[in-house]
């Protein structure tokens, strides 16, 4: 598990680092979201290759991570009422995020635009917390 994790880092920190190089798209759906993940560069499509379906897959298995970022916690204590769907594209992936349950609709919206943050902002928004919505309920203790 822990060199899965580090490997995960890796990928994570590598993107952060590329973040000039990917272009992003994302869809607020009724019932979650949409996002087109996308880049020119060869090696930024390779890692999001990897690590978008080894996310889905840590959410899939509630191996955590950012546990000291409450939308995150929040996101994997609620990762049994999310469902995920991964397409890998010859640019990059698109994402589909649903849930029957409006409060985990405006969590995964929200985490849709922390993500959208990352790819602007890279490791800067990284070191930051990420904002809940304020009519969010949150099912962890602040």
Do not use: C
């Not at 992003?24 to 999001?48: C, N, Q, Y």
């Not at 978008?52 to 049994?80: C, I, Y």
């Not at 609709?105 to 304020?134: D, M, Y």
Request: proline residues 6%.
């Amino acid at each position: 598990m822990a060199a899965r994790h580090q490997h995960d880092q890796a990928v994570f920190h590598r993107l952060l680092s590329l973040h000039e190089h990917i272009q992003r798209d994302l869809e607020l759906r009724p019932d979650g979201i949409r996002a087109r993940t996308r880049s020119d560069d060869p090696e930024v499509v390779a890692l999001l290759h990897d690590h978008v379906p080894a996310m889905k897959q840590r959410l899939h298995e509630n191996f955590g991570l950012r546990f000291w970022d409450p939308a995150f916690a929040e996101l994997f204590a609620q990762q049994g009422k999310v469902e995920m769907e991964v397409s890998l594209l010859p640019d990059g992936v698109m994402i589909e995020e649903r849930s029957t349950d409006p409060n985990v609709v405006t969590l995964i919206q929200a985490h849709g635009q922390v993500i959208n943050l990352f790819v602007a902002h890279g490791q800067q928004q990284a070191q930051q917390e990420s904002p809940l919505p304020a009519e969010y309920q949150r099912v962890l203790r602040p």
